[in-house]
T-cell receptor, first 112, second 114 residues
C-alpha cells in the first residue's frame, strides 16, 4: 500500500538572514530540552540545550528560547549559511534518566 | 574523544528473521538510548540502558529488546522482523547521571526488511 509520511514543516531563508524554527512540546513536566540538526544520511547532531529553569540560552550563532507557559521552544539561527540546511528537531526529556521525545522536525533550506 | 559508533551501518533482512544491532558509546558514558526513525512516524524512543539495566522504555512491542554490557556497549535485537521495521535505528549516549542527560547520536544503522 501507499505509505504516508509525516508532514514536515519547511522553512526557506536567504543566506545571511536570521532563521527561527518553532517547536511545541507536550509534557509540562519535561525539564530538559535539546535542539538537534540532522543532515541527510547522518545521525542527529547536538546544537544547543536548555533546562526548564531558564528561558533563554545562547550559543555560537544560535539561541534557544523556552516558554513553559505555552510549552513552546524556538531556535534562532543568526546569519544563516548554506551549511545550515538540514532538518531540525526539538527533543524533550521526560526522564528521569534519558527518555527523549522528538518533534516532527522542520526542514530548513538556505538559498545562496 | 571518539563519537558514538554503530555497526553495521546497513543491513538487509527478510520477514521473520531476527537482527542484532550494536552501539559503542562515547568513552565514559554509561547511558545508551535507542531510537527508531521512519518517514511515517519520525524519531521514536525505544529504550534506555544505564549501568546494564533498562531504565526507561518506550511504547514498542516485546519483539524489540536490548541489553547493555559492563563496558557500556549496547545491543538491540528485533525478532520476527516485519516490513514495517524497516527504518534507521539510532543510538545515543550520555554520561547518564543526574543532570547529565545531554545525549549524542551515532550515525545509525539502516535496516531494510524485504
Amino acid at each position: 500500500g501507499e505509505s504516508v509520511g509525516l508532514h514536515l514543516p519547511t522553512l526557506s531563508v536567504q543566506e545571511g538572514d536570521n532563521s527561527i524554527i518553532n517547536c511545541a512540546y507536550s509534557n509540562s513536566a519535561s525539564d530538559y530540552f535539546i535542539w538537534y540538526k540532522q543532515e541527510s544520511g547522518k545521525g542527529p547532531q547536538f546544537i544547543i540545550d536548555i533546562r526548564s529553569n531558564m528561558d533563554k540560552r545562547q550559543g555560537q550563532r544560535v539561541t534557544v528560547l523556552l516558554n513553559k507557559t505555552v510549552k513552546h521552544l524556538s531556535l534562532q539561527i543568526a546569519a544563516t549559511q548554506p551549511g545550515d540546511s538540514a532538518v531540525y528537531f526539538c527533543a524533550e526529556n521526560r526522564g528521569p534518566g534519558n527518555q527523549f521525545y522528538f518533534g516532527t522536525g522542520t526542514s530548513l533550506t538556505v538559498i545562496p | 574523544k571518539a563519537g558514538v559508533t554503530q555497526t553495521p551501518r546497513y543491513l538487509i533482512k527478510t520477514r521473520g528473521q531476527q537482527v542484532t544491532l550494536s552501539c559503542s558509546p562515547i568513552s565514559g558514558h554509561r547511558s545508551v538510548s535507542w531510537y527508531q526513525q521512519t518517514p511515517g512516524q519520525g524519531l521514536q524512543f525505544l529504550f534506555e540502558y544505564f549501568s546494564e539495566t533498562q531504565r526507561n522504555k518506550g511504547n514498542f512491542p516485546g519483539r524489540f529488546s536490548g541489553r547493555q554490557f559492563s563496558n557500556s556497549r549496547s545491543e538491540m535485537n528485533v525478532s520476527t522482523l516485519e516490513l514495517g521495521d524497516s527504518a534507521l535505528y539510532l543510538c545515543a549516549s550520555s554520561p547518564g547521571g543526574a543532570g547529565e542527560e545531554t545525549q549524542y547520536f551515532g550515525p545509525g544503522t539502516r535496516l531494510l526488511v524485504l
